[in-house]
């Protein structure tokens, strides 16, 4: 500050004017993003005039509540943006930049706080550790040079570290005559491009950041444009709460212990959202409890979600340490001693596999080797390499061991407990960084001690009871319907399903078939034994057949168990299927175009003892689900999953 | 889930939230990594929003850690009763060093001059310190918005053994996974204000209602003016020269440190509210040159390899 500055504020301004501006501002929310491009797409005079503009917009909007309101003048056209982001001076003297820079800026709208990240293919490092918290990405090109392999290379490392937004500067358009062609063309490869990649959002712009055209003011020379500017584009833009949709998650950092009357566990809440008397689970212990009180930063409260840093104390007296996740108890975490994840190398020394890192996951930290590079990722052409080792700025795909279980969550679903840095044990260089894939091997407490695995343990990891669900009656019943309403529910409960109908099944497995009745006896074997081996499997399965001989269904009963083969009869009378006749298939028939149809000119046998009877009649198949479910549940089919085995199962 | 049955927005946590939360986040996991950290206290706003922080990160607990204060013995009187005051009142530890030898010879801003002092009183002042009680981390209160060497400096700043920065051998900084690893003598400085911006940090001031050293306010105070600057006359260490006249002047102070190293502006600003106002408003009229400042950064730059906070 300068300290020859005197200057008086002679303002007449009321003071809350200013306050409740101050205030209001309180409301706004946060953007992070992250801007690569090469040398001279013109990052730093991108940042440079963001930086600039939004100041300046800012200072008139204070002044504005002054009472003379003042104006500022133009700025010289000849002011260097760039310097405004200027580097170290071990930077400057090298003239390279070489590592990230955080850089802020705020709207009234959204506070902006930018990783600049340099973008040499020497430097993915750098462009990852800024993708890391970053919600979007700012991909520059040169409008002459249009897309490059770099640009490639950004937005690779931007999806395979979560972003889920990206903007395409096309910057220097001006040295393109604003042409709008040279824009489509550009916008168009991206877009083909990108495709490929799962972005929510994709926005090409035209600008010239070295004049401000569709940096933060609308330009005059590109009449054509009609998209939004980037500023408003950045302010605009809908980062949903990807993290607030997911399951509960608190990965415990501190256990706050006052006094013996209290005990609470804090972190920040990675997932989801908890409320008082929810029921949470330790995911390494699978110990249960209750939420008793949740203390955030703005006092006790009854509820909190992700984001917030908290302290939650439990309704039980049970161990947690540091480095456990506190998991939503209906919804748990994968816990597992062996992993499959992306691994980004860091170091100067290559990774070797089988030398042991220790691993920071969360707050835990544990040994870990890499057992396995399953292949190396080129960034440029994203082909799969075989490789040894990984040198620095290298990406693959690998396996990993512990030497014991952490809990998770699949990076997609969760950057903060699908992540880890390796740190080597010898220099404590921080020397990789991981995003997991999946669980390779389960760790339970209940199947460390089960030495054959079998239906029982199978199902048991699916947390479930295996079952058939045999919906069975005339073309047109509606059988496949309700099957596909009543898999949709056990779905959304977390259930594991699978569905075997005429369709999928005549196409495939069974394509040599005809309706003969051998062909017809010889289908409903097949897909019984398929039913079994799926049972067997542990899912739930349901089957959704005409099947009209009662002596097949038998059959399939026998082959899948009883216990297991619930026989559903969609009792729809045949002038009904008739006249719902939704594939024709009546009409063909009684014209004579199909032989051997069930109803018409071949038998249907009535179940006789069914488990199930279902009419539909006048109803809402929706209605007609809820009676198979409500059937399952009664019947025990869907207990929770910790009560399946009596433990505490995952 | 539905969210909305909870009483849940899918609104995203606001700025301010979200930089609280991020705070609060880092200052426990240095907590929890390390054997024997302290945090930085250098009685200032910043230094006042990271205790407030810390207060809240451990509640109903209190910070697990203890304050320290490099006292050059040349702070404002009311920095130091404001200091004790704000220990005594959280219930927190206080450590207060000062550099012994520079004690001795009496080193000070008016006999040695600002560089001498500053690096004596303050940059080994803090290095015996840290050395003394073995500290392995030490959070500070500085901002990436500050100035230019700051703006790529992690959150977890290694320190090799003789407290040196090196801006080229940096850890990378993914998420919110931090490495706090460090070998015998090695350290970590700690910056949970890393992303806030001095406006943030106003904001935070005025919501949270934290307490400020009442020299931020304007007042009537003694001052006299020396090169071209107004200062205040603390103490009797201060000598008038002649030529010079103490004057009563309604004066504040924008940052706070050594007074005689400390220029005040003239000012009517007697609330937090009028001073954010005028501090944002005074910004439009400094722009003009001002923009850039090459030699600053780069002596911070500088200092910070020799181990300067
Ligand atoms: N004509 C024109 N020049 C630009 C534009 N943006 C940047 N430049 C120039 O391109 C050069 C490289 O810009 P700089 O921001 O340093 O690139 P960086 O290496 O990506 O940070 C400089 O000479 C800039 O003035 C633009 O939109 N139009």
């Known amino acids: ?650 | 889930m539905d969210i909305t049955a909870t009483g849940l927005t899918a609104e995203r946590l606001s700025n301010l939230r979200r930089l609280e939360a991020e705070s609060i986040h880092i200052i426990r996991e240095v907590a929890a990594e390390f054997r024997n950290p302290v945090m930085l206290y250098s009685i200032g706003k910043d230094s006042g929003v990271m205790l407030h922080l810390a207060m809240k990160a451990f509640y109903p607990s209190k910070p697990p850690f203890p304050l320290l204060h490099v006292d050059t013995t040349w702070k404002f009187r009311d920095m130091i009763t404001f200091r004790d005051e704000t220990a005594k009142r959280l219930g927190l530890d206080l450590l207060v060093h000062t550099n012994p030898e520079g004690l001795e010879k009496g080193i000070g801003p008016f006999s040695h001059g600002s560089s001498v002092h500053t690096h004596i009183m303050k940059t080994e002042a803090l290095k015996q310190a840290l050395d003394e009680y073995g500290f392995d981390a030490a959070f500070g209160g500085a901002r990436r918005d500050e100035e230019k060497s700051r703006a790529k400096e992690r959150v977890f700043s290694f320190r090799n053994a003789s407290h040196g920065w090196d801006p080229k051998n940096q850890r990378p900084e993914l998420w919110n996974v931090y490495n706090a690893r460090v070998a015998k003598g090695e350290s970590i400085r700690a910056f949970p204000l890393s992303n806030w911006t001095e406006l943030d940090i106003w904001q935070y001031i005025l919501t949270e209602n934290i307490p400020m050293v009442p020299l931020y306010l304007a007042a009537k105070r003694p001052v006299v003016e020396r090169d071209g600057m107004l200062m205040m006359v603390d103490d009797e260490r201060m000598e008038i020269q002649p030529g010079e006249e103490v004057m009563e002047k309604m004066v504040r102070f924008r940052t706070l440190g050594c007074y005689p190293l400390t220029g005040a502006i003239e000012s009517d600003a007697d609330t937090l509210e009028a001073i954010v106002k005028e501090m944002l408003i005074a910004r439009t009229s400094e722009r003009s040159g001002r923009l850039i400042d090459h030699d600053d950064s780069a002596s911070m730059e500088k200092k910070k390899r020799e181990g300067y906070f």
């Open chain 1, 1 to 650: 500050m300068s300290s020859t500055d005197t200057s008086t504020a002679t303002s007449t301004a009321p003071q809350e004017a200013v306050t409740d501006y101050i205030l209001a501002q309180e409301q706004k929310d946060q953007l992070r993003f992250l801007t690569c491009g090469s040398v001279d797409d013109g990052k730093s005079t991108l940042i440079g005039r963001l930086l600039f503009d939004t100041k300046l917009i800012f200072e008139d909007q204070l002044a504005s509540l002054e009472k003379d309101s003042r104006k500022h003048g133009t700025v010289g056209e000849d002011i260097d943006l760039a310097l405004l982001v200027d580097g170290l001076e071990a930077e400057r003297e090298q003239g390279i930049t070489i590592d990230v820079a955080y850089r802020f800026f705020a709207t009234d709208k959204r506070k902006f706080i930018v990783a600049d990240t340099p973008g040499h293919e020497q430097y993915t490092r750098n462009m990852a550790t800024g993708a890391s918290t970053a919600d979007l990405a700012v991909l520059l090109v040169d409008a002459r040079h249009g897309l490059m392999v770099q640009t490639r290379r950004h937005a690779f490392i931007a999806s395979l570290l979560g972003i889920r937004h990206v903007v395409l500067a096309v910057n220097k358009i001006d040295l393109v005559d604003f042409s709008e062609e040279r824009f489509n063309e550009i916008k168009s490869d991206f877009e083909t491009f990108a495709a490929g990649f799962d972005f929510e959002s994709l926005e090409a712009i035209p600008m010239s950041a070295r004049y401000g055209d569709n940096v933060t003011g609308r330009s005059e020379k590109m009449g054509w444009y009609n998209g939004p500017t980037l500023l408003e584009h950045l302010e605009g833009v809908q980062i949903g709460e990807h993290e607030l949709a997911q399951p509960f998650r608190l990965p415990v950092q501190w256990v706050n212990r006052p006094n013996l009357d209290f005990r609470g566990y804090s972190g920040t809440i990675a997932a989801g959202s908890v409320q008082v008397g929810d029921e949470l689970v330790v995911s390494a212990s699978g110990k249960t409890s209750k939420v008793d009180q949740i203390l955030t930063p703005q006092g006790e409260a009854r509820l909190a979600r992700a984001g917030e840093a908290v302290t939650i104390t439990l309704e039980d007296e049970i161990d947690i340490s540091r480095g456990d996740l506190l998991a939503a108890a209906g919804s748990r975490p994968d816990v597992a001693d062996q992993m499959a994840a992306h691994l980004i190398w860091m170091a100067e020394d290559a990774l070797m596999p089988g030398r042991s890192y220790i691993m920071k996951m969360g707050a835990k930290t544990v040994t870990a080797t890499v057992t396995e590079i399953k292949h190396k990722i080129n960034v440029n052409s994203f082909e799969h390499v075989a490789g040894k080792q990984l040198e620095l700025n290298e990406i693959a795909f690998c396996n990993l061991a512990l030497a014991a279980p952490v809990a998770f969550d699949p990076y997609e679903a969760n950057r903060t407990t699908g992540s880890f840095i390796l740190i080597d044990r010898v220099t404590n260089a921080t020397v990789g960084a991981g995003m997991v894939w999946f669980a390779l091997r389960r760790a339970t407490n209940i199947h460390w001690q089960a030495l054959e695995v079998d239906k029982t343990a199978r199902a048991d990891s699916l947390g479930q009871k295996p079952a058939v669900l045999w919906f069975t009656g005339l073309s047109g019943s509606g059988k496949s319907t309700i099957a596909s309403i009543v898999e949709k529910k056990l779905h959304l409960e977390g259930r594991h399903t699978y569905t075997l109908d005429g369709d999928n099944v005549r196409h495939g497995l069974n394509k040599d078939l005809g309706f003969t009745d051998v062909d017809r006896v010889e289908n409903i074997r097949r897909v019984g034994e398929v039913a079994r081996l799926f049972a067997d499997a542990g899912l739930i399965t349901l089957v959704s057949f005409i099947s009209p001989f009662r002596a097949e269904r038998q059959l399939a009963r026998e082959m899948v168990g009883e216990g297991e083969f619930i026989e559903v009869f969609v009792d729809t009378p045949i002038e009904e299927c008739k006249k719902r006749d939704p594939k024709g298939l009546y009409a063909k028939a009684e014209a004579g175009e199909i032989k051997n149809f069930t109803g018409i000119d071949s038998p249907y046998e009535a179940p006789e003892d069914p488990e199930l009877v279902l009419n539909n009649v006048g109803k809402d198949p929706e209605d007609v689900a809820e009676e198979v479910i409500r059937y399952l549940r009664a019947n025990n089919y869907l207990l929770s999953p910790s009560l399946v085995s009596g433990g505490g199962g995952i």
